[in-house]
């Protein structure tokens, strides 16, 4: 690929002799003999250089001042400069500002031919990183929130309005396997905090003395076993983003911690004395009601509302039942790839059943389905045997039948099905304790602390 090189230098003879070489070296070479016409070439005729070779001192201004104006208008750019009589002060500057190097005329040819090729590969590597970060990334625009649905639209259109904004905070809400983590890795991905940190952590996997260390950071001996420094996780996403996953089962003193970071964009490491600058963006997600744990006090109310400068609520599979079109055929392309299938045609009877399931696991139940088939399949047709769905045809079922139907491949953790049994047998007895309680041969008092727990309504 032949790479562009601008040349700003006034005077005729060397602007026409540097041209003149670098062109037989490969490159495509455009001249400007002032910074007017540079500013003209970068902005308007929106060319791309790859490096930019000017002189220091020209007729209407000076180089080093054209490159601190320019440098937010142009990126993956090294700049050379050359000055027929060079100064301490100017060349300091030059480095500081992101120039490659600093030249004084006469410059030995083949020394600046050394020089242009290393600065070239310099921003060549530069432009490559861009590029794999943006194909890596781009999985993630709005668009990967898959579905037709309104609610599917909504979501699409709410997302790409947050990623066009800078907020501190935001609260991601839905059950479990909604797509939580995609909505979040979304936000991240398409802000302008994508070229930096994106760092997740599950508050419910974690004790709460290695939750604190983890998010904080430790010194030396501040804990028995604390032998060296550990940044914490909010000095490592510095820059970029937090993803806060289950945040409702964070303790409530770590809660006051992580509200006084949000508050003063400054952190203190466990045993440290002094603290820190960052400047991470909030994205906490739970499958539980925070406000109504804040309302119960099972939440900080004040770590609440600064959290929830947006909320994102995300739909449950079972009431966008319509975005399984778009769905089931992206899993199954996705799997087809992984596992070398051939899977093409899905049976009417397979849309069917998928689409009367009531999907308590939601979207993560619905990939392990695809993919169980898909890895089952012999053929181009969808093995609809392979779908192993229970016997829960609708939401209305769930209602009228006396079992209760849970996913068995590690599409739901063990509390989300102890919830959904519990949420169930309440809608059964019209949100009676008493009467859930006998359905499920537990006690009042059994039933009731597990009700708390899940934040769930009853009557009595």
């Given at each position: 690929?032949?790479?562009?090189?601008?040349?700003?230098?006034?005077?005729?003879?060397?602007?026409?002799?540097?041209?003149?070489?670098?062109?037989?070296?490969?490159?495509?070479?455009?001249?400007?003999?002032?910074?007017?016409?540079?500013?003209?070439?970068?902005?308007?005729?929106?060319?791309?250089?790859?490096?930019?070779?000017?002189?220091?001192?020209?007729?209407?201004?000076?180089?080093?001042?054209?490159?601190?104006?320019?440098?937010?208008?142009?990126?993956?750019?090294?700049?050379?400069?050359?000055?027929?009589?060079?100064?301490?002060?100017?060349?300091?500057?030059?480095?500081?500002?992101?120039?490659?190097?600093?030249?004084?005329?006469?410059?030995?040819?083949?020394?600046?031919?050394?020089?242009?090729?290393?600065?070239?590969?310099?921003?060549?590597?530069?432009?490559?990183?861009?590029?794999?970060?943006?194909?890596?990334?781009?999985?993630?625009?709005?668009?990967?929130?898959?579905?037709?649905?309104?609610?599917?639209?909504?979501?699409?259109?709410?997302?790409?309005?947050?990623?066009?904004?800078?907020?501190?905070?935001?609260?991601?809400?839905?059950?479990?396997?909604?797509?939580?983590?995609?909505?979040?890795?979304i936000l991240h991905y398409g802000s302008s905090r994508a070229r930096q940190t994106m760092i997740e952590v599950n508050c419910?996997?974690?004790?709460?003395?290695?939750?604190?260390?983890?998010?904080?950071?430790?010194?030396?001996?501040?804990?028995?076993?604390?032998?060296?420094?550990?940044?914490?996780?909010?000095?490592?996403?510095?820059?970029?983003?937090?993803?806060?996953?289950?945040?409702?089962?964070?303790?409530?003193?770590?809660?006051?911690?992580?509200?006084?970071?949000?508050?003063?964009?400054?952190?203190?490491?466990?045993?440290?004395?002094?603290?820190?600058?960052?400047?991470?963006?909030?994205?906490?997600?739970?499958?539980?009601?925070?406000?109504?744990?804040?309302?119960?006090?099972?939440?900080?109310?004040?770590?609440?509302?600064?959290?929830?400068?947006?909320?994102?609520?995300?739909?449950?599979?079972?009431?966008?039942?319509?975005?399984?079109?778009?769905?089931?055929?992206?899993?199954?392309?996705?799997?087809?790839?992984?596992?070398?299938?051939?899977?093409?045609?899905?049976?009417?009877?397979?849309?069917?059943?998928l689409k009367a399931h009531y999907w308590p696991g939601n979207v993560r139940e619905l990939r392990n389905v695809i993919e169980?088939?898909?890895?089952?399949?012999?053929?181009?047709?969808?093995?609809?045997?392979?779908?192993?769905?229970?016997?829960?045809?609708?939401?209305?079922?769930?209602?009228?039948?006396?079992?209760?139907?849970?996913?068995?491949?590690?599409?739901?953790?063990?509390?989300?099905?102890?919830?959904?049994?519990?949420?169930?047998?309440?809608?059964?007895?019209?949100?009676?304790?008493?009467?859930?309680?006998?359905?499920?041969?537990?006690?009042?008092?059994?039933?009731?602390?597990?009700?708390?727990?899940?934040?769930?309504?009853?009557?009595?």
């Amino acid at each position: 690929m032949i790479e562009t090189l601008l040349i700003i230098e006034d005077e005729k003879l060397l602007g026409s002799e540097l041209s003149r070489h670098y062109r037989q070296s490969g490159w495509e070479v455009v001249l400007a003999t002032n910074l007017a016409e540079a500013r003209e070439l970068l902005l308007n005729k929106k060319i791309e250089p790859l490096l930019i070779l000017s002189d220091m001192n020209l007729p209407d201004g000076n180089g080093l001042d054209f490159m601190e104006k320019m440098k937010g208008g142009i990126s993956n750019t090294e700049w050379l400069f050359l000055t027929g009589y060079g100064n301490v002060p100017d060349s300091v500057r030059a480095l500081r500002l992101g120039a490659y190097d600093f030249l004084e005329k006469p410059c030995d040819l083949d020394r600046l031919d050394l020089i242009v090729a290393s600065a070239a590969r310099s921003a060549s590597i530069q432009r490559r990183v861009v590029d794999q970060t943006k194909q890596g990334h781009r999985r993630y625009s709005p668009d990967a929130y898959v579905g037709h649905s309104q609610q599917a639209q909504g979501i699409r259109q709410l997302l790409a309005k947050l990623t066009q904004v800078p907020f501190s905070a935001l609260i991601i809400g839905g059950e479990s396997g909604t797509g939580k983590g995609l909505a979040a890795r979304i936000l991240h991905y398409g802000s302008s905090r994508a070229r930096q940190t994106m760092i997740e952590v599950n508050c419910a996997a974690l004790p709460r003395e290695l939750l604190e260390s983890e998010l904080f950071g430790h010194e030396p001996g501040a804990f028995t076993g604390a032998a060296g420094r550990h940044r914490g996780l909010l000095e490592q996403a510095d820059g970029g983003t937090l993803f806060m996953d289950e945040i409702g089962e964070m303790p409530l003193d770590l809660q006051a911690k992580l509200l006084k970071v949000i508050e003063d964009h400054k952190v203190r490491r466990l045993g440290g004395e002094k603290e820190i600058q960052v400047d991470v963006q909030i994205v906490a997600a739970s499958n539980r009601n925070l406000e109504k744990m804040a309302r119960d006090g099972s939440f900080r109310v004040d770590l609440y509302h600064r959290l929830s400068v947006f909320k994102l609520i995300l739909p449950p599979l079972r009431e966008a039942v319509e975005d399984l079109d778009e769905l089931v055929p992206l899993f199954v392309a996705e799997y087809n790839a992984k596992a070398g299938r051939q899977v093409k045609d899905i049976p009417n009877a397979v849309w069917d059943k998928l689409k009367a399931h009531y999907w308590p696991g939601n979207v993560r139940e619905l990939r392990n389905v695809i993919e169980r088939c898909v890895l089952f399949s012999e053929g181009s047709i969808f093995p609809g045997q392979w779908l192993q769905l229970p016997g829960q045809p609708s939401a209305e079922a769930v209602q009228t039948e006396q079992g209760i139907w849970l996913p068995l491949d590690g599409s739901m953790a063990l509390d989300d099905m102890d919830c959904f049994i519990i949420k169930t047998a309440l809608e059964r007895a019209n949100n009676n304790l008493t009467a859930a309680a006998r359905d499920l041969g537990a006690t009042r008092e059994t039933l009731r602390y597990r009700v708390r727990k899940y934040n769930l309504k009853i009557a009595d």
